[in-house]
């Protein structure tokens, strides 16, 4: 018996020690492999955006460098199956200039392209990347649309959900009175159009003259803006004021990434 179980454990022995190394190379592989798929994604990360902010170049634009996230993990799973869930592009401190020469600043332009479809040849610069849907989203802040108009003393704001226009009316030499009226803001042409109505006058006489001066001051405060020349064929969608500006929704579909710089 005494020979049995010396011969039994050494073979135990052998048996854990064999797993121990089947374990710890299974955890180096896992380990290496998801390190392959982080370090391919954040290369094709900054790839994209290095052609991105010469997409904002060519556009005679303006941005701090882009930030591009390619959303979904595992990531080169995507890649092999040229599917993408999302990739997101925000580009800092965005500026472009319009047709009329304002420059138009935000912040931040958050762009989003979804269901992007490209096949391998596409990484090697041969074939289509074509997004179903790109969106982005901006603010416009209420000074720079105020100063689209040329008129000094008016002031842009939100109220209750909807963009308020206010001002200060001469009377008359002597007197000076303030007034206020609710904007419409909407697209039309390609341009940001924005005229003004419901028209409040606290404390001002009910006379045709006074009516006449009011309603000639909010009609020279209308104005237009034009919409800049954006990335990956961008155009305005949906105008939303907030307080802290003009919130400015764009959209495209059907957009080939390759083709428009990215």
């Known amino acids: 018996m005494a020979e049995v179980y010396g011969s039994e454990r050494p073979r135990r022995r052998r048996g854990r020690t064999l797993r121990v190394v089947i374990l710890t190379l299974l955890v180096f592989l896992i380990v290496g492999v998801v390190v392959l798929d982080r370090f391919s994604n954040s290369y094709a990360e900054n790839v994209l955006a290095d052609k991105v902010a010469t997409e904002v170049a060519n556009q005679k634009a303006e941005s701090s460098r882009p930030v591009v996230t390619i959303a979904g993990v595992p990531f ?36 989003r392209a979804r269901d992007v479809k490209a096949p391998l040849s596409a990484l090697r610069g041969q074939g289509d990347v074509v997004a179903g849907t790109v969106t982005g989203t901006g603010t416009i802040d209420y000074r720079l649309l105020a100063d689209a108009t040329g008129q000094k003393d008016l002031k842009l704001t939100e109220k209750d ?102």
């Open 161 to 262: 959900g909807k963009l308020v226009g206010s001002g200060v009316l001469a009377i008359s030499q002597t007197q000076q009175v303030p007034v206020s009226a609710a904007a419409d803001v909407k697209v039309v042409d390609g341009k940001v159009q924005v005229r003004f109505s419901d028209v409040n006058t606290p404390g001002l006489p009910d006379n045709p003259l006074v009516r006449t001066q009011v309603n000639a001051f909010f009609a020279q405060m209308a104005f237009e803006l034009d919409v800049p020349k954006l990335p990956l064929n961008l155009v305005v969608q949906e105008l939303q004021p907030l307080p802290e500006g003009l919130r400015v929704t764009f959209g495209a579909s059907d957009v080939n990434l390759a083709a428009a710089g990215v």
């Open 76 to 111: 080169l799973t995507q890649v092999l199956a040229g599917k993408y869930e999302e990739i997101r592009i925000e580009l800092p401190d965005f500026k472009a200039q319009t047709g009329s020469g304002e420059t138009v600043r935000m912040d931040l332009l958050d762009i």
